[in-house]
Every structure is written in C-alpha cells, then in structure tokens.
C-alpha cells in the first residue's frame, strides 16, 4: 500500500490539532499559534497550507465530519440488521468517549458560528444531508425487511437525528436531568417504538 504523502499527514495534524483546540477554548478564542503549537509546528507552516484562521477553521469543520463518517462506517457496513445498526449509531454518538465529546464539542462552534458564516451554514446542510440520507437509508432497510414500521423514513432519520442533536448539547452543558444514560435510554425508547 502507498505510503501518504507528508503533506497530506502534516495537513491532517494541523486539522486535528485545530479540531482539538476548538473544543477546547472554543472558535472565537482559537488563534493560529494556538493550532500551530498544539500540531508541533510552526505559525509559518500552518499558513501554507491554510490562508488564515477562516480557512483553518472551516477545513477542520470538514475534517471533524470526515472523521465521523469514518468512525461509523463499520457499523453502516458491518451489520446486517438495520436495528443494531442504528442501535450502534445512537450509541457511537452519546457523549462519553474523549474523542466523542471533543467532536459534539467542534459540533457546537460550527452550529454557534453558522449564525453569522453563510458558508458554514451551506456547511453544516451538506453534513445533515449525508447524515439524512445515511440514516433513513438504513431505516429504508428495515422497512423493507419489514423489522421497521412503515413511514416516511426521511422524517424519521430527522427525528432521531434531532434527538440525539438535542440530547447531546445538554449532556454537554452538564444538564443534571440529561444524563449520557438518560440520553441512550431516550433514544433506545424512540428506537423500540420504530420497530414493527
């Protein structure tokens, strides 16, 4: 197998490294020393390959959503059963893992900033588009199975898309009611209530 290019490695560290100061100190407060020193490189080097702060940031929006699809792709392509698949799914996304949470964290600055940013927003309707259009894919399987109510399954990848979008944050923000267990038992209920 080819060995990746050392760009495209220093590019990923510098994605990675912003991603992580994001979550950390949130976009307004990120500076492109900040992403350079937590990548091991330099001001310099992290401006030839990004223009600026705009571009670090937006780039790193991108690696975030890549980085999820990535992570959940074995459970989209591994299980034959579309209701452990979207068990697996619900699970992958409760906030508890480091990696998980300093993504939901990425999350909440690109959401926060896209009031104000056409172009994250243009963003932030393509990443819920692809998870639209994966979700109700599976969904579309297990009706077909007939393990899934019948409806439109479009409407229900919203639905459960937009519970754990909302359950999340306020797992996040240390809600004393919503808890990561709290927050699985809600969405495992929804997911009882859509089989047949």
Not at 24 to 33: A, D, Y
Not at 117 to 123: A, G, K, N, S, V
């Amino acid at each position: 197998m080819p060995r990746p290019s050392v760009e495209a490695e220093r590019r990923e560290q510098i994605l990675r490294a912003a991603c992580e100061v994001i979550a950390e100190v949130g976009l307004r407060s990120l500076r492109v020393s900040d992403v350079a020193k937590r990548a091991g490189t330099s001001n310099g080097t992290v401006h030839y390959y990004f223009a600026g702060k705009r571009e670090v940031v937006h780039a790193a929006f991108e690696y975030n959503f890549q980085r999820s699809i990535d992570r959940r792709r074995p459970i989209f392509e591994g299980e034959d059963d579309p209701r452990a698949r979207l068990l697996a799914f619900v699970r992958s996304y409760l906030p508890s893992g480091e990696e998980t949470v300093r993504a939901w964290r990425v999350w909440m600055a690109l959401w926060s900033e896209a009031f104000h940013e056409p172009e994250l927003q243009d963003l932030n309707e393509r990443v819920y588009g692809e998870w639209r259009r994966i979700v109700a894919a599976v969904i579309r399987d297990g009706q077909d199975m007939g393990v899934l109510r019948e409806g439109d399954a479009v409407e229900y990848a919203n639905r459960l898309i937009g519970m754990i979008d909302g359950l999340a944050i306020q797992v996040l923000v240390g809600s004393r009611a919503m808890t990561v267990e709290r927050m699985s038992a809600v969405c495992e209920a929804f997911l009882l209530e859509l089989q047949k």
